[in-house]
């Protein structure tokens, strides 16, 4: 085959690199730095580019290059990423090593693209044969070429460039540093995330896995965590923590799926991937059933108000108490007599209906109040059949220590309506179904209500067709 | 250099059937039309590839006979810009990239031919080289895609990408020869792989079980150690249930329902590592698919004459680069400009240059760069005040284009003085043209020998420590006398 020297003499333009079997062997990650296989590969096809193009970089710049964000910092990020910044003066380098034997395309995780944090100026096409003991620089690409050019693969979520898109000769990248060329575009900046909701992203992305967690929750919210230095090192932290209990417990690593514990979410004790509706939906709207037939909270006037609690308070007829519940969420937003009339209500109530309609009314108008009980919704992501959508749990303690619980499933990715035919099931201990529910043209959301006492399982599954998912919970 | 060798099929053994055969009595296509309507026929005779004969495709020849009519002047580079145009960015008639496909015929030729000359020790078969190179040519949108037409030829650009396309894909494909199969998955590319696919008949909507059953294995399945990973061997049982459960997890994202097991994720698996394998052997030259062009293609659009030039004054902006880069060449250090004559006129190689200077070959190349670097900032710096701007926020994409055209003008600048030389020489030899045609050999020997006492003058160098540099001149006498051929 062709030899390097051969080879640098057709492709002047680009850099090639050899190395030696002891340098390969050196760039192997030491025991104990990496969780799982995948990443320990990552980690040495990054060091053995990093080892080699470093004087490269020195030597055509004048300059001393730095790792970023420090050397310490790199584990954290082979962790779960493929790929290393460098540093030269104000300008950022990111080397993104391949193994593949063609450069047709030139790929970049989106993380070192779309992290306003993380984003670099230029971006090395490094293609390593580590058996060969060859690597070489064939081109390299811009912020802003990835941005205006580059292909978005949402399977990967990386940025892919046609071969001929990329800049092969390197010489041009001195230039261009040379010149002073503004190769940066800006990108959308990332959402702050909350303590709490960091927390429940780390536990759920800690857990082991055989692979980069990089794409198990929203790009958002995972480029948010890795935005943080702190966050993106708990997470390197737990993740080896996690594997070493497992190793300890001799646990095979995948994943068993989690048992949703109700009761404990009435001591803030939350599994991970639960939120909040505000974190998932963004505002502290409360009513989503009603988000889209209602364009806002009007405020009643007072004597419509003093009504409908006088309803409330007198009549035992259901069907009126209902509709007063309702009402009151959507005209006694600042009222503190309609949130005690709804709290009473809760109380008194025997009927499922009347009592949701309370609880959401009072999620509208006082969200936060613990007489309303705990609701949690969960992304279910695209994994219905590509149909993104969210599941919301509710409980609410009724008399006798028993739990009244709602589930309800809503669309998500901006759409008004679930895909019709999609199905909602509740599940029991033995897995048969005893409630289920499905979505119409345009139904905005589905729902199913049921109660229980504490200890007893159940399970809810959302499905299109042949695709579903599950959730266990115990009460 | 060989001559493209020619035979001459024996009457009533020309099995063709639509296509009309040429008789090759001459080897290259004389006329616009053969050019753009004819397709080579190629074999292997003593181990070197030769065209054993042209055919028409008759659709392409009616077509092409009426655009020539329509313009009878126009020439060849203006036909093959012209069928480029209607080819690129977007098809707009269909058969121009047939047009093209047969006119880059030659420069698939030659390509072929150099790489299997140049690395003969290789032992690469030439008709594996036209194939390989011949189907990179026919995807006009990758070959031309940074293609300016005043900086070169249509034929020159498209030699010079096919020689990189093509020792590329060599080693690829010699390097793939030693993966295993688990390995060989993890060195593709997305792109690879679904070329493969789509190369062994597979529709758009049936590569994404392929697709996700490849990347969940790459993402799960690695070799453990620094070494061996060209013989990565299968995985483990529990490593399977893994990328099995992956591919699981993620099939509704490609609205995949049916649920996959082991194996039928190896399966999927086998069939990717097979389309690549067969990939890599290429089928036998052909050709191409003709057959699929339609016999009553539509008329083609009017001729425009008006937009090869699509620049703004580019006349202007050329005598500026040409003033910019001429000072900045003659600020060199004398030594660094015989050396750019050497290599960049006279097509010396870096070794040779190298040590022609006793220089470390490492040494001349890293010089070379920094100089054509200098070279550029400096092109750019100037360009940017003749155009009022103060600042240089040029963008690595114009900077690219700005090296192009430094590098053609660089070859121009060092090629002119000796060309320059020749055409003096070969004036004084009071020869006529079709004198000189039949006395070629001796004239071109003759030739070579004066340029050669005239760079040692000129460069104060000796050239007589130096092999190889008889055969460079010569082949630089030869391309100057082209017309004499």
Redesign the interface.
Known sequence: MFTVPELMVEFPEQLWLEFDRRERSAAWPNDGKYSYDAARWNAFLNRLCLTLVIPWLEEESGLAAKVWPSEADLPGIWEVVNGTAVALDKKRFVLIPSEALDIAEFCVPQEWVDIPSWAGDYYLAVQVNPDGGWLRVWGYATHEMLKSKGIYDELERCYCLRREDAIENLNVMWVAVEVGADERVPVKPLPVLSAMSAENLLAQLSRCSPYSPRLDVGFEQWGALLDSASWRQQLYKRRMLAVAGDVAKDVAPAPASTVVNLSQWFENVVEAGWQTIEELFGAPEVNLALRFRSPGSESGSPEAIANQIRHIYTTSDEGLLKIAAQRLGEIGKGYPQAVEALIYLLGKTTDEETRWAAAESLWKIDPGNPASGVRRVKDLGMQIAGHAVALMVAALPKAGGKLAILVRVYPLGGKTSLPPGLRLAVLDEQGDIFLEAQARDADECIQLKLGGTRGEWFSVKVGLEEVSVSETFVI | MPVMSCYLPQSGKMGCERETSVRCTMCERQTLIDKFSTFAIVGERNGSLVVSRWVYQPALKRNMQGMVELDPEANENFWALHWLKEAVPLPLYPPAKWHLSAYLEKACYWTAVKICQQ?SD?GFNPTDCFQIARDFAGNPA?LF??YDSRLSSVQTYAQMRL??YL??E???G???EK?SDWALL???????LE?ALKNCGFKESQIDPY??AW?CFT????????????KLQPPSA??W??IA??YN???????L??EVSVKDLQNLLKTAVDAVRRQSKTSPASAGSLEELDPSMPGPGPLIYNDSREEDSPKFEWERVNSILSESFQSLPEEIRKMFELWLGLDF???EVAGLFCWEQEKF?KQM?RH??VI??EL??ELGKAEGNSK??????E??KK?QLMKLWLEEHCQAPYEAFLASSFAKMKISVAGAKARLAEVRSSLREELKVYVESRLQISLSQLPQADKRLGDFVRDWSKFLE
């Open positions: 690395f290789k990758k895609a940074n020689k990189s020792l590329d060599l080693r690829r010699r390097e793939a993966y993890r060195a593709l590319t997305k792109n690879s070329n697709r996700l990347r993402e799960i399945y690695t070799p453990a150690a620094a070494e061996g990973s060209r529990a490593q249930e893994a459960g992956r997890q993620l099939r509704g994202q490609l609205k329902e049916a190689t870096q070794k190349s760069k054509g670097q550029l900032t750019l710096k240089l926020g040029k963008k690595s994409k900077i690219d090296g």
